[in-house]
T-cell receptor, first 110, second 120 residues
Framework: KNEVEQSPQNLTAQEGEFITINCSYSVGISALHWLQQHPGGGIVSLFMLSSGKKKHGRLIATINIQEKHSSLHITASHPRDSAVYICAVYPGGSQGNLIFGKGTKLSVKP | DVKVTQSSRYLVKRTGEKVFLECVQDMDHENMFWYRQDPGLGLRLIYFSYDVKMKEKGDIPEGYSVSREKKERFSLILESASTNQTSMYLC???????????????????FGEGSRLTVL
């Protein structure tokens, strides 16, 4: 069962391009996380969303609860944005059992 | 600077050995988690704790146990390591959060750097 689906699985972009990573989920949720993992590195939380939109620097995350869909956008991409981006959802009422997507591997070429 | 610290970055153990992975957080977080990460499978929850001495099984608890005697420390124990437990183990922590609660509690997850365990 794939309750959280991310697309694309792999993405190569040129520096400066606008990037969108998508996350669709099939369960009712109370919130959604976007996480970033650099090669060999730990995982950093980028956003936690339960509605609407959040922005941090060049990163924007949106969520549509009715459509069970979230997007992560990166504006003016840079090689340092190269990482795996992971979507994870909290099923309704749960603080423990996050359901993770398999990640989107982004490579930004100079 | 907030921190989740895992005791070992790399471990090599033999089949049948008992393995302890320790995780310490300095943020006074209620929630602590142990995950394993495998290629193609993503992150999977092993155990979760929301308070001292409290624990809940995750998706893959078999072969693992946990201990939370103090709020800041959450230990993962492999009683008898097996080769299929070779993996990257990640600890995380977060505040107990309520959807829609004020901006100081975003429910953000903080991860450790990971412990790569190889069982021979």
């Amino acid at each position: 069962k794939n309750e959280v689906e991310q697309s694309p699985q792999n993405l190569t972009a040129q520096e400066g391009e606008f990037i969108t990573i998508n996350c669709s989920y099939s369960v009712g949720i109370s919130a959604l996380h976007w996480l970033q993992q650099h090669p060999g590195g730990g995982i950093v939380s980028l956003f936690m969303l339960s509605s609407g939109k959040k922005k941090h620097g060049r990163l924007i995350a949106t969520i549509n609860i009715q459509e069970k869909h979230s997007s992560l956008h990166i504006t003016a991409s840079h090689p340092r944005d190269s990482a795996v981006y992971i979507c994870a959802v909290y099923p309704g009422g749960s603080q423990g059992n996050l359901i993770f997507g398999k990640g989107t591997k982004l490579s930004v070429k100079p | 600077d907030v921190k989740v610290t895992q005791s070992s970055r790399y471990l090599v153990k033999r089949t049948g050995e008992k393995v302890f992975l320790e995780c310490v957080q300095d943020m006074d977080h209620e929630n602590m988690f142990w995950y394993r990460q495998d290629p193609g499978l993503g992150l999977r929850l092993i155990y979760f704790s929301y308070d001292v001495k409290m624990k809940e099984k995750g998706d893959i608890p078999e072969g693992y146990s946990v201990s939370r005697e103090k709020k800041e420390r959450f230990s993962l124990i492999l009683e008898s390591a097996s080769t299929n437990q070779t993996s990257m183990y990640l600890c995380a922590s977060s505040l107990w959060w309520v959807p829609g609660q004020g901006p100081t509690n975003t429910g953000e997850l903080f991860f450790g750097e990971g412990s790569r365990l190889t069982v021979l």
